[in-house]
């Protein structure tokens, strides 16, 4: 069950990631409650969003899965995983951190300045380094994207993204200074990030390894918030690993 | 080329991961300077160390290898990858950090409370966690380095301690706010450690990932400073996958 980062869509998901992972894993893509193609309102705080998942997951029939968390995406799988335990089997949390995440109040300004040359490099700018590799990395990313040719999401609304700042924000004025939420986390979880992320900063993953009980953190360098989709390939082993290669289906 | 450990010897590598990776690789233990069956004197500084591990390398006839530097071993690994850069194809760097790693001017402390109940138990108490598992890691971790019974490893004299010491603490004090060292590892490197390291706290090999270009850096939880023995299955599994499984010999 994949949980999107902020104003992302359906079709944000990287097929060289999601493709992959469906060769021995059900994958299930969704827009949350409001964004793109869903309707209904996107609600302003992130245990809204993990109640709406938690309502679409139940509805979908299933007793337990596996949830990928990328970004805001990351913030609901905590919440789903203390909240809801029987329903998580185990988690993996991409460019992500903890309730009072560093750095993550100053999203506002850390996105205008992503979208400072055009919103076409945009996620370019917010995903990737500024290295040679890191900048091909985000070209060849944006490219995937486009794949899908008929059917396509809907960028999120207005509306949308300003209810999810909004609970990013508050997210990271939360305090949880003794990582109740992380400590509280029972089930095995692979946490991956680059060494340089601009939006959630990295040593918010660091410490997510530090607090949640059973872990292995995964920090690849040159690369940002969207290191999972730059490393695709050792991504995609490590979870295939990590799920135990499973066919949940 | 495996780089050891302050006071450790030949004996003092775990089997499982030795053998695991001489399977694929090419692999070579060695005694440096006046550490237990090799002559000498143990020099006091890291640079030193280095030299005379350089020494035998470049002895042996080897134009390139890879290093597994661990703890003291990765500080001798770091100095050798910058200042004899054509040596060395690859490095993983294991319960190590960079110069002026914070907490290891403490060794001394920190080694006292691990034999406070008994040399025998000072590996476990210093390398593992306290948990279940740690403990349990620990004990049969012990029972493997038993598993060689003739032709043993003398084990390091007070006079190499004393000298590893000096060499460690004196790494601890230097200073490289500017991570020059770090930026100038132009090798890949493999970084690993548990999330609970007391010798050389976990923060540095984040720190470690930050500024060595080109990185991989892996955290388990519920492990220490030995988190390479208490996960070798994973840990050889990511090693011979970061060395390409190359038949060096």
Known sequence: MFLQHFTGTMDNWDPALTNALAKNHHVVLFNNKGVSTSGGKTPESVSEMAKDAVDFITALGYGQVDLLGFSLGGFIAQDIAVNNPSLVRKIVLAGTGPI?????????????EGYKDGPENALINLFFTKSESG????????????????GRDTPASNETIGAQAKAIITFGYQKD???????????????????SDLIVPSINSYVLSQYIPDSKLIIWSDAGHGALFQ?????????DLFLGQAKNK
Chains 1, 2 share one sequence.
């Open 100 to 112: 009072g995440s560093e750095g993550i109040t100053k999203l506002e300004s850390v996105i205008n």
């Open 135 to 150: 900048v091909n990395a985000g070209k060849a990313f944006m490219k995937r994207l486009q794949l899908r040719t008929t």
């Open 177 to 195: 200074d003794d990582h109740k939420q992380l400590l509280a986390i029972k089930q095995p979880v692979l946490i991956v990030n680059g060494t």
């Open 231 to 239: 490393y695709h390939e050792d991504f995609v082993r490590e979870v």
